[in-house]
């Protein structure tokens, strides 16, 4: 992958300082993911999470909105059958958030206005979030008559307990992002005009961290809300046998030896 700028599938990606910067780039439609769309932000998950010279991810979109889910507006496609439905879930919203969930890089996401129903669950699912203050979160599912997808019902009770996420559900509500920072859905809230620098920043100093560690712990913190303390405790330590073996690792140890700032170089 270039440094250079990208664009396809109203997916703008550029590569800079080791940074990914993935912008949804729809604006007229609230950055609405078609299933091509959707299909390519997961092919570009998958692939910086594969290169070794990509360390951080930053998730963003153009405009007025992050993402206002998947866009319901395209052709039927004809007779639906049994079994339509859940495949399409399974190779579409959940593949996606899948790939952000999975991605051996910190994910952080900059929502920059509406993150709704979709939208909601692919900034959720990042590593890192903050918001503008002009962001909100809507689990616009109810609104349609619908089921939350795209991991909704897994993601969102980790995040704020069962009753919390009920009432978002079951409701459907505007939650502005300072009550999604006080409920700890977001870590940050900026001003509107501070959200591309703050991104930046934050973005720059995951990229020159120690990237095998950082995706295993990445790994340890998914799993460990899953698993039993047991589970847990045998992942860590097999985890930390596998992180000895990288040059940061061992770069950082002689630092500290050294009294020293470390050098990390992702390897």
């Known amino acids: 992958m270039s440094g250079g700028e990208h664009a396809a599938g109203a997916v703008r990606h550029e590569v800079r300082d080791q940074v990914a910067y993935l912008t949804l780039d729809r604006p007229e439609a609230l950055n609405a993911l078609t299933p091509a769309l959707r299909d390519r932000l ?9 290169d070794p010279d990509v360390r951080a991810v930053v998730l963003t979109g153009t405009g007025r909105g992050f993402c206002a889910g998947a866009d319901l507006r395209g052709p039927g496609g004809g ?3 049994a079994g339509d439905v859940a495949r399409t879930i399974r190779l ?21 206005g509406t993150a709704a129903g979709l939208g909601a669950h692919l900034a959720l699912a990042c590593d890192l979030v903050l918001a503008a203050e002009s962001a909100r979160f809507i689990e616009v599912f109810v609104r349609r008559g619908l089921v939350p997808d795209g991991g909704g019902a897994y993601l ?3 995040l704020t307990g069962p009753q919390r996420a009920k009432e978002l559900m079951f409701f459907g509500d505007a939650l502005p992002a300072a009550e999604a920072e006080r409920l700890g859905l977001v870590n940050r809230v ?18 020159a961290g120690p990237t095998r560690a950082l995706a295993l712990t990445k790994q340890l913190v998914n799993a460990s809300l ?16 596998i992180n000895m073996t990288t040059g940061d690792a061992g770069e950082g140890l002689r630092a500290f030896v050294e009294r020293r700032s470390p050098g990390f170089n992702g390897r």
């Not at 593949?95 to 952080?108: F, H, I, Q, T, Y």
Request: overall charge negative; some cysteine; glycine content about 4%.
């Open 92 to 112: 579409g919203a959940q593949r996606l958030v899948s790939a952000v969930l999975d991605c051996e890089k910190p994910v952080l996401a900059a929502v920059n």
């Open 42 to 50: 997961t092919a570009l998950l998958e692939q910086v999470s594969a």
């Open 226 to 241: 899953d698993g039993d303390r047991a589970g847990a405790f045998a992942a860590e330590a097999a985890a930390q046998e």
């Open 190 to 207: 900026v001003p509107d005009a501070d959200l591309a620098k703050t991104a930046r920043e934050w973005a720059v100093r995951l990229a």
């Open 79 to 81: 007779e639906r059958v």
């Open 156 to 158: 969102l009770p980790r």
